[in-house]
């Protein structure tokens, strides 16, 4: 078997494989990232590529169709090269930039909708000053050092230690064998003026690091998002506890599966484990190296690192094995893992530098709900709040000051552009808004970045919901209703389906539609989404109207339509004033324990006063659920501003200002 020269357009980038091997492993290999929501199981049909030239070999799939065949298509995981070969990427099969929450107002700028990105981000901040002390996770102190006399010869490491406490009300102290054999020649070499960084980890202060002179003003640290979908890193000055800039990049272990589920699974395999650490480890060093670059920062003036994330991320991040996670009883290696150097991971700070990650409460509440907790500061309020994460598991949490109960709904990935017909992610080309002309029902749309349409993604199919059931296209149930004399409803490979987009003007040269499938595996995810919070309330016996504030977080909830979502049955009938965007709470909250030892404490308090409710064992469970599977409920009583029977429903959600991705 030889080695053969795979060459991917428009990309233009070329490798060399051998015999065999497939595209898609050939494509990530190269840096060309293909979507394959399924882990290249051959099952979602997402990584469609055009065969210009060579010898590829595959296997009969049901995914394409006769005219995809003909043109050459194949599935990249399912296609082995046995030749030189030239591969087209189309742009529905292409991981593009997406958009992902970083800075709020230029995100809102893409889209075209006024933000209040300025207002969260004081907000923000001014809760982080006002709650949290000024003790981040590495702390730099300059010290004039005495030197030794006969009077005062004491060792050069008590030295130092008497010094440190001098300075700061420090208890307990330790330092590595590394520092200890250079101390001596460093200290008499710089004249006894030293820099230390002092690190906080498990409970006690560590010497981290001993510089000559005087580095104390050059002090930074990195919190990270580290998303299912998206990283995102922050660079903050530890003095000033300013945010410097933030950059952000698609997890690029989405080639080996969407959801953490397929993740899992892959990380069974021989070497999974091993690639997808080093996936989330390169993009995190990427974001770093970017970061500092654009800041003329020394990567040794980087001396701390903070990561919030789902559970599966977390352990995925330190090569944890996760396998347990997915297996009854669902139980984490850890929930609170260790303080431990950022070169242990493989993350590139100062070689010396700490690496700390949120606590997480169950394998299906991580890292990232407790950091939302604590940006939120739900567990300091009075009355009843709800914080709501959705993506492909909607995570939610209720409760105040006096307690807190949690849980997951697997909502599916429909929300994610996944499972879906022409779903997409939020990438440049996905359709963010609909509107439907209910008297001739005419489609206006658009898109991110303001080009032709190549799918739809999660927020564009909560519109279209709520806008074919709005104009009576789809009953309750969901259900087309066939006796509309409506051109847009056709007879497509999957049955009845709506189009949004015809294929001439479409980015695929395929239509953009919405089939039956699709809208019924959306009223699945909403139906699990709303019915994850219903539960949640009547264990604590409450009821919507009891909730004081509902916040939406994430990249996803941050651009969610409130009144569609509404009008759908995914977020309960309250008052529109008691919803709140808190953007990236995840990231929010990695920001505030990298900056205060408080905070941090405070993330580890919150886990442990989390109780985590498993819905599948749960059981009002199904009944809930069964209800909730009509648009907006079975229940009408739930959702009274809902009018089925008046304008008053159509008025309020065309004059709707919510935010889309």
Known sequence: MGNFTVNFQPDGKKINVPEGTTILQAATACGVYINSSCGGEGICGRCKVIIKKGDIATEPTGRLTKEELEKGYVLACRATIHSDAEVEIPASSRLNREQILTEESRTARLSGIFSKAEEIEKGIEAKERNIFSHSPLATKIFLRLPPPTLEDNISDLERLYREIRRKSDIPILQTGLANIKMMGRLFRGSNWNVTVTLGKRNGTSEIVLIE????????????????????????????????????????????????????????????????????????????????????????????????????????????????????????????????????????????????????????????????????????????????????????????????????????????????????????????????????????????????????????????????????????????????????????????????????????????????QTDITNLILSKGAIYTATSVLLKKVGLKPGDIFRIYLAGGFGNYLNIEKSICIGLLPDVSRENFEYIGNSSLTGAKFALLSYDAMMKAREIARRMTYIELSVEPSFMNEYTGSLFLPHTDLNLFPTVNLKHNSMIENVHNCSGKYP
């Open 212 to 515: 000559p002179g005087d580095t104390s003003q050059r002090n930074f640290g990195i919190a990270v998002d580290i998303g299912t979908t998206t990283i995102v890193a922050q660079l903050l000055d530890l003095n000033s506890r300013k945010a410097l800039g933030t950059k952000a990049t698609h997890n690029q272990q989405a080639t080996y599966g969407d959801d953490v589920i397929t993740r899992i699974m892959y990380a069974e395999k021989s070497e999974g484990l091993e690639k997808l650490h080093h996936l989330v480890i390169d993009a995190i060093n990427g974001l770093i190296s970017a970061l500092i670059e654009e800041h003329n920062i020394n990567l040794n003036e980087v001396t701390a690192v903070m990561c919030a994330g789902n559970m599966t991320m977390i352990h995925l991040l330190l090569k944890v094995d996760p396998t347990y996670l997915r297996i009854e009883p669902y139980v984490p290696t850890a929930n609170f893992m260790p303080v431990v150097r950022a070169a242990e991971a493989g993350i590139k700070i100062n070689p010396r530098g700490l690496l700390a990650c949120l606590p997480g409460v169950s394998s299906y509440v991580g890292a990232d709900i407790v950091a939302g907790v604590l940006a939120s500061g739900i567990d300091e309020e009075e009355k009843p709040c709800l914080l709501i994460d959705i993506g492909t598991n909607g995570e939610i949490v209720l409760g105040n000051r006096e307690y807190l109960v949690c849980c997951s709904s697997s909502a599916g990935p429909a929300f994610e552009g996944s499972g879906v017909k022409c779903g997409v992610r939020a990438m440049e080309g996905a359709i963010q808004k609909v509107e439907i002309d209910p008297s001739i029902y005419t489609v206006k749309y658009s898109t991110i970045g303001g080009i032709k349409p190549i799918g739809i993604c999660g927020s564009g199919y909560i519109d279209c919901l709520c806008e074919l059931f709005r104009t009576g296209i789809i009953d309750r149930s969901g259900k087309i209703r066939k006796d509309r004399n409506i051109p847009q409803i056709k007879e497509g490979s999957e049955g009845l389906e709506f189009v949004l987009a015809e294929a001439e003007e479409s980015a695929t040269g395929e239509d953009i539609v919405i089939t």
